[in-house]
């Protein structure tokens, strides 16, 4: 869909689709919904008086043909109080609009932006927002159908329209922002969704070199099972020996900066299918765990979104990738293997397999001498229990590193929780035979995941993104969400806008 931003002063007489104004609960009319009004000879506030739109939030009315407008619709949408507007309310009655929107043939759309104030937030957010809401209500994931639906209309343009002043600078790159944001996200989605016998790690390698091909500035480059055995991966390849597909570890290095200023490196679990090995997970569901590589899909996503914008940063995305499968040739229960680090590791369970390539994958991102390391994985039914589908798990060895994760989350409406990361929680991974093992019990069960992947990570400033009960729903609208894309996005435009 594309998107964009322009001073419209006169509503009435614009040539649209269909155009969006706001009504106040109480049946206040927004200024361009008054605009409409007057030019339409109070039809609409006919409607509201009749007590077919009362205001109420994210409600929705259609009009077609409305007397002395050029448009062929309109849409009404309810904002419930206007000191309630707040960031949750607004999203909810965005995601209202767009639906009606797509249910109507409406090609093209027009938004005003600058008369419905939301509570803490600026005309930039709010343009984020509604960018989001339409491109996630246009999201459809049926490339695997033998017959995608073709007589599906879609909204093919977005025009944001401000009555009062020309867009700033400012707001024309929120636009671009966060068109390129939304695209990172269903980038995201798209992997996520497919099934596992066709995104296996050869596959997402084949889509990290393609971002390199894309884009100038990333360079992609992926090392096989023979070069990391070169590098002593021995935790990360005893997760893939179960299974027939080879794994890889993909790096993509994007320069956004001067080439000394140090990378900030995400590093994105990608365990295609993880069937949990010869601790063999139960039935039930067990298809979700395709899912398993959302981490690494979320790294695809934030790399193309900032690639796209052209983000002044130098940043790194590192994708272990593997299956994880029971056979012959796999990993057992009380097997010891020594990671990169040199450290050795009794795997008790092999469906803890997360940890065993994130740990050396973390090892590697050293290399890169970071500015900070964040990783991103789908890594604990522990953290669903704790969190639930609403806040994914932050971690972290520096405060304040997670203070700003948590704000770009709040920022972007994809939020985290912070969990502790303290030494108390340790001991738990004391193995008699090794130097731990790779399972702390089922208490803290998320909190022990994230004590054996500090273990790692000693040497840099380092955050934990546990996104097990986030990266995807399950049920009737089962899909991948694309999150936490936004909050990754949000950190590094306020990393690139301090200047690091
Ligand atoms: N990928 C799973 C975590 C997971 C499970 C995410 C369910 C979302 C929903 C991970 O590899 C795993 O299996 N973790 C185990 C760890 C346990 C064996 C210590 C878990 O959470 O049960
Ligand atoms: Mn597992
Ligand atoms: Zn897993």
Redesign the pocket.
Known sequence: MEFSIKQQGNPEKLRSGCILVGVWEGGKLTDSAQLLDKAATHYISDIIKRGDMTGKAASTVLLHNVPNLACERVLLLGLGKRTELDAKQYRDCMRAAMKALNASHAKDAILFMDDTPVKGHDTAWCINQAVFAASESIYRFDRMKSKPEKDKKVLLRMQFGLLRDKPSAALNSAVTHAAAIAQGIALAKDLGNLPGNICTPTYLAQQAVALGKAHKSIKTTVLEEKDMQKLGMGSLLSVSRGSAEPAKLITMEYHGADKKQKPIVLVGKG?TF?S?GI?L?PGAEMD??KY?MCGAASVLGTLQAIAEMGLKLNVVGIIPSTENLPSGTATKPGDIVTSMSGQTIEIL?T????RLILCDALTYAAKFEPDTVIDIA?????C?IALGHVASGLFSNQDKLAHELLAAGEQMQDRAWHMPLWEDYQSLLDSNFADMQN?GGRAG?SIT?ACFLARFTKEYRWAHLDI?GTAWKSGKDKGATGRPVPLLTQYLINRAADGK
């Open positions: 365990v993880d949990g601790s997970k979700e765990m398993d369970n469906d803890a397999e997360g789908t890594l604990t039914g522990a669903v399972i069960g995941a097990a």
